[in-house]
């Protein structure tokens, strides 16, 4: 067995761990909303439609803020037609999905379900074929007390307090040129520097994130961001990244190492943002909003669009997520705290149905998938300061990304309880010894190690039939002696190793 070892030190601190990391994801978009979270009729449903069980396993997910109402969807949504009565609410196509919204869940029911969830809303405003006005108009409508037009329409419609949304996005993927309203950066730019400028007249308090790169591969990657900081650095607090990760081609061994393209992803756009910052004399340092991220066997999407019609809907992209595709999520996760520093937010897309931690039927049960528990367990866990890891691993070749390390590694220091916890995933497809070097931290003893290994059964997938097929399972306690201890990390696996003060 291949060994690897680990130094931790509270000394090498990167940041606090953000709650808004634990982000996810609700659009317009197949059954993520309808049949989703929400499905009058169902027997968990409440008066409102809003399934209960969804709820309450968005809880226990642990998700702090979701981004709404896309995405794709949101280039071409005019918002009024969302609320108000639902019976005079039009039906609209939507041009993003190829399918005919009813409007029946707008504005109004997401923000009951999000106070429902204990989520934070993070908003995003269509500036794909609508504009500065459009965007003051749902700001106003949200956040103004009363006494104006909108801000009483919204009284009248049922919610005499305002929303209070604090975190907007300027618009959607507008580099790409699938979206609705696609711009050249010079001119979403500009549109969002004047959207932003005015947003904040309207409420100072609000942070705003300006659109970046659909992903890394975009021809224009880099100097999209670029153009459009020279407009907005001064106006916005963050800037997007989006990323997927597609096991299609059967390449595992690349797929492992997916963590690698989000790490350099990261590290690019900040230094992007930091040329810009440095040539404009900002003092401020940039976050970005890494707001839609996850494994999606995105070569299925076109075929699901072109075998139907405009329908109302229709189940787009629910894919059933393997052994393997939950350690990649979950190295994935490692990468976002790894940059705490630096990314403030992150949404993994999407929360149900659509490329989802949690699937649903019609009428029937929900349940987790994969996916679902290094999430949970990285929300759970991930409390306190982000400590800097270097550690000596084994490594091997991959045909994208090219010479990776085996181990990949995170620590998240939590100094009220004096917990550690380390995540660290093994991408080889033989166990891994880690020999863990704790004396930096006093007074720890081994609380647990729980692992999710895909090595046994890579192809397994949780379904409702088999709901916890694959799920985390408890191995044994790490024996700290002298602040040093040994364990046994199983063929791709990702894990979580707690320690905490002894008693």
Request: proline share 5%; glycine share 8%.
């Amino acid at each position: 067995m291949r060994t690897a070892q680990l130094t931790i030190d509270p000394a090498f601190a990167i940041g606090p761990a953000d709650r808004r990391l634990f982000g996810s994801f609700v659009e317009h978009m197949g059954r993520c909303v309808y049949g989703g979270i929400y499905e009058p009729g169902h027997p968990e449903a409440d008066a409102l439609g809003l399934r209960r069980d969804v709820l309450e396993l968005t809880r226990e997910l642990g998700v702090s803020v979701v981004r709404y109402p896309g995405g794709n969807f949101v280039s071409g949504y005019r918002w009024e037609d969302g609320v108000g009565p639902v019976g005079d609410r039009p039906r609209r196509l939507d041009l993003a999905w190829k399918t005919v919204e009813t409007n029946a869940f707008g504005l109004h029911e997401f923000m009951t379900w999000a106070n429902e969830a204990g989520v934070e809303p993070m908003m995003a405003v269509n500036l794909g074929t609508r504009g500065v006005q459009e965007a003051l108009d749902l700001l106003e409508y949200s956040n103004h007390p009363g006494g104006t037009h909108l801000s009483d329409q919204r009284r009248k419609n049922g919610a005499e307090d305002p929303f209070g949304v604090r975190l907007w996005c300027l618009g959607n993927e507008l580099d790409g040129p699938w979206q609705v309203g696609h711009k050249t950066a010079d001119e979403y730019g500009r549109l969002a520097a004047e959207a932003a400028r005015a947003m904040k007249m309207s409420d100072p308090s609000i942070s705003l994130v300006a659109c970046g790169s659909s992903n890394r591969r975009m021809p224009t990657f880099a100097s999209w961001e670029a153009t459009v900081l020279e407009h907005t650095y001064e106006h916005v607090d963050y800037i997007s990244a989006h990323t997927y990760y597609d096991p299609s081609d059967g390449d595992r061994a690349s797929l492992l190492a997916s963590a690698v393209d989000m790490d350099n992803f990261i590290t690019e756009v900040v230094a992007t943002a930091d040329h810009v910052a440095a040539k404009q004399r900002h003092r401020r340092k940039l976050k970005i909003s890494f707001d839609e991220w996850n494994v999606w066997y995105e070569a299925r999407l076109q075929a699901d669009l072109d075998r139907r019609g405009w329908v109302e809907a229709p189940a787009l992209i629910e894919d059933d997520f393997t052994a393997v595709d939950a350690v990649v999520v979950g190295d994935l996760l490692i990468t976002l705290l790894r940059h705490a520093d630096r990314v403030g937010v992150a949404a993994q897309a999407q929360l149900a149905n659509v490329i989802a931690p949690i699937r649903t039927r019609n009428g029937g049960p929900a349940w987790r998938q994969s996916i679902f528990h290094p999430f949970a367990l990285t929300a759970r866990y991930a409390r306190g300061t982000v400590l800097r890891t270097e550690p000596v691993s084994p490594r091997y070749e991959t045909k994208k990304y090219g010479d990776v390390p085996v181990l990949d590694t995170v620590a998240v220091h939590d100094e009220e309880t004096g917990e550690l916890t380390v995540f660290a995933v093994n991408r080889s497809e033989t166990d891994l010894e880690l020999q863990l070097d704790l004396r930096g931290v006093s007074g720890l003893s081994g609380q647990c190690h729980l692992t999710l290994a895909a090595g046994d059964d890579p192809s397994a997938t949780n379904t409702e039939a088999e709901p916890d097929k694959v799920t985390p399972r408890e191995l044994n306690t790490p024996t700290l002696d002298a602040g040093r201890c040994s364990v046994r990390l199983p063929a791709v696996s990702w894990n979580v190793l707690r320690f905490g003060n002894r008693p």
